[in-house]
């Protein structure tokens, strides 16, 4: 926070401000630079990144000089916005009219991230009889702020038991659709197995933290089923 000829706001404990979307907060103290003749108040804005309490401070002409209390809090959202993103918070000064709407510089806070964009698979292993059936279940670790298509490609003697889907204006093969509404609610993917194989996942998306994200793929192990067998034995008269 800068001064304007000894008129504005003064802070200690505000360089250098972190919180995390992990939990707890941060407290910076915040008073006049000089003493108004009448009361001064300094409403205080936060950007969707953050909140601060309280959201206006009043100092008068006995208490401008004395310390008041901000405490900045990050929002926990479920976007990954990399390991460090900023919040803001804004001022505007009314009342004492050598106060009144003077400019005031924005504080800046640095948030850490909790969140890591990626693909949840409920198993990256499946055993499988030749000639049947499985499944597993597919949802995203994040919420992204594009939807984001997961490309299912089977290798080996394995099929993926699912319609074509169509992306980028193109029909590719069996897929998934994710966005901001449905990214944490699983969608299942239903395997045929013919023998030994793999199921790899692409991911595509305009959301540049999805881009390019590393996906686990899912191993079948193809076993041969359980079969079961009668023996006939002939009769024989004595």
């Known amino acids: 926070i800068e001064d304007n000829d000894a008129i504005g706001l003064a802070s200690t404990g505000a360089e250098n401000l972190q919180v995390s979307e992990s939990g707890g907060d941060a407290?910076?103290?915040v008073k006049l630079n000089a003493q108004p003749s009448s009361n001064v108040v300094v409403n205080l804005y936060h950007d969707s990144q953050i909140t601060v309490e309280p959201t206006s401070l009043t100092f008068t002409?006995?208490?401008w000089n004395q310390m008041q209390d901000v405490t900045v809090m990050a929002v926990d959202?479920?976007?990954?916005?990399?390991?460090?993103?900023?919040?803001?918070?804004?001022?505007?000064l009314s009342g004492d009219p050598t106060y009144a709407g003077l400019p005031v510089s924005?504080?800046?806070v640095t948030i850490f991230d909790d969140d890591t964009a990626?693909?949840?698979?409920?198993?990256?292993?499946?055993d499988i009889a030749s000639g049947a059936s499985g499944s597993y279940d597919v949802q995203l670790a994040s919420q992204p702020t594009e939807?984001?298509?997961?490309?299912?490609a089977a290798s080996g003697a394995v099929l993926v038991d699912m319609p074509n889907c169509s992306h980028g204006g193109e029909e590719s093969g069996p897929c998934l659709r994710f966005d901001a509404a449905n990214w944490n609610q699983p969608q299942r993917v239903t395997l045929r197995a013919f023998g030994a194989g793999?199921?790899?996942?692409?991911v595509a998306s305009a959301d540049e933290i999805y881009v390019g994200t590393a996906?686990?793929?899912v191993s079948v192990n193809g076993g041969h089923g359980n079969f079961d067998i009668s023996i006939f034995l002939p009769t024989i008269n004595r």
Not at 147 to 152: I, N, S
Not at 198 to 202: F, I, M, P, R, T
């Open 147 to 152: 939807p984001v298509w997961v490309d299912l």
């Open 77 to 92: 959202d479920a976007v990954d916005e990399g390991n460090l993103h900023s919040g803001i918070v804004r001022y505007s």
């Open 27 to 29: 407290i910076y103290l």
């Open 118 to 126: 990626g693909l949840a698979l409920s198993t990256t292993a499946l």
């Open 215 to 217: 996906a686990p793929f």
């Open 198 to 202: 793999q199921v790899q996942h692409g």
């Open 106 to 108: 924005e504080q800046l």
């Open 61 to 63: 002409p006995q208490n």
